[in-house]
Nanobody
Framework: QVQLVESGGGLVQAGGSLRLSCAAS????????MGWFRQVPGTEREFVAA???????YYADSVKGRFTISRDNAKNTMYLQMNSLKPEDTAVYFC????????????????WGQGTQVTVSS
């Protein structure tokens, strides 16, 4: 069992930056592929980025070149550095874990965090 807790969300102006963190407990993070998803009310949860156990990274086209996913297994924590934020990045961002393989769809996720709100004003 893995517990995931996100932090770092907030309100930022367009063009600004935020760094999200996902702290894991209950199991060793290095066992899992990790990812970030986001959801706007009334829409489906969408893939943002994922990272494998050996630090291979995957990004949605909409965030490629602006967002960077990383992990620190020693701290049992994953990060999402978000730069050049746009109003369309506004969403609740969820941390996700999948045993051994990075999740790129919501149905692949074994564990979810509770989400953190990111709001980008224009």
């Amino acid at each position: 069992q893995v517990q995931l807790v996100e932090s770092g969300g907030g309100l930022v102006q367009a063009g600004g930056s935020l760094r999200l963190s996902c702290a894991a407990s209950g199991s060793t993070l290095s066992t899992y592929g990790m990812g970030w998803f986001r959801q706007v009310p009334g829409t489906e949860r969408e893939f943002v980025a994922a990272i494998s156990r050996n630090d291979g990274t995957y990004y949605a086209d909409s965030v490629k070149g602006r967002f960077t996913i990383s992990r620190d297994n020693a701290k049992n924590t994953m990060y999402l550095q978000m730069n050049s934020l746009k109003p369309e990045d506004t969403a609740v961002y969820f941390c996700a874990a999948r045993y051994k393989i990075p999740p790129v769809t919501g149905t692949q996720v074994d564990y979810w965090g509770q989400g953190t709100q990111v709001t980008v004003s224009s």
